[in-house]
């Protein structure tokens, strides 16, 4: 069962001061981009989130996500991210919805997006981050962190893209067992970004979700992802 507006407008704020707390212990720096993940959550417990102050929603399925839109764009307009896998035909759905794409994590997508950005026609270029699969499983997205140079190399000749940072799901566990991944990938970050590489602009972190999202922060996330900590838990698939 959803919750009601009234019971997504305080979890939003209970994340929120976790938010601010992580922050503080962190040290100086901007506050992350609170990312409401809405995957199978109805479009009206998105609108309740953004009307009570949520500015960010991110979705896993290009279908879902392009009809969600629709209905809540009606009333309330939030940036969209797409957050989970994408293959390679769902290209186009994600360009027109103009969301900030987390999962770019081999070639043929890049090459894919670059395409579709150039049918859009969109006046500037589309932005994604590189999921990075850092704790090596086998059954999860996203490229090696070895094989990260070279797939941030083909962003030279693709003027259509622009790739601002870094994403990935490290292995489930608990808070301090995540954060030697996610200090992993800021060192890769801090790595990648000190080569010159039209195209690529390295900034962003995103990490970190419900169960470990501060833990995150403290190790450098500028994007979180929040599902349930927001929502509830989600309706059947």
Not at 149 to 166: I, T
């Amino acid at each position: 069962m959803s919750l009601t507006p009234s019971e997504i407008a305080a979890n939003l704020a209970a994340v929120r001061a976790k938010i601010a707390a992580a922050v503080a212990r962190r040290g100086p720096g901007p506050e992350p981009v609170l990312i409401g993940v809405a995957k199978k959550q109805p479009a009206a417990a998105v609108i309740a989130a953004c009307q009570a102050g949520l500015t960010d929603v991110g979705e896993n399925y290009a279908q879902e996500a392009v009809a969600k839109a629709a209905e809540v764009e009606a009333v309330v307009r939030p940036r969209w991210h797409f957050i989970g896998p994408l293959q390679s035909n769902k290209a186009r759905a994600v360009v027109g919805l103009g969301a900030l794409l987390h999962t770019v994590d081999r070639p043929s997508l890049v090459a894919e997006l670059a395409k579709e950005v150039r049918k859009h026609g969109a006046a500037r270029p589309f932005e994604v981050l590189v999921e990075v699969n850092v704790g090596g499983e086998a059954q999860k997205a996203g490229v090696a962190p070895e094989g990260l140079p070279a797939l941030l190399d083909l962003f030279v000749d693709r003027p259509e893209l622009r790739c601002v940072g870094l994403m990935t799901i490290p292995p489930e566990g608990d808070p301090e067992q995540t954060r030697p991944h996610f200090a992993r990938l800021r060192e890769l970050l801090r790595r990648e970004s000190a080569i010159v590489r039209p195209n690529v602009a390295l900034v962003h972190l995103s990490m970190g979700m419900s169960g470990d999202f501060e833990a995150a922060i403290e190790e450098g996330a500028t994007m979180v992802r929040v599902g349930t900590a927001i929502f509830g838990a989600r309706t059947a698939a």
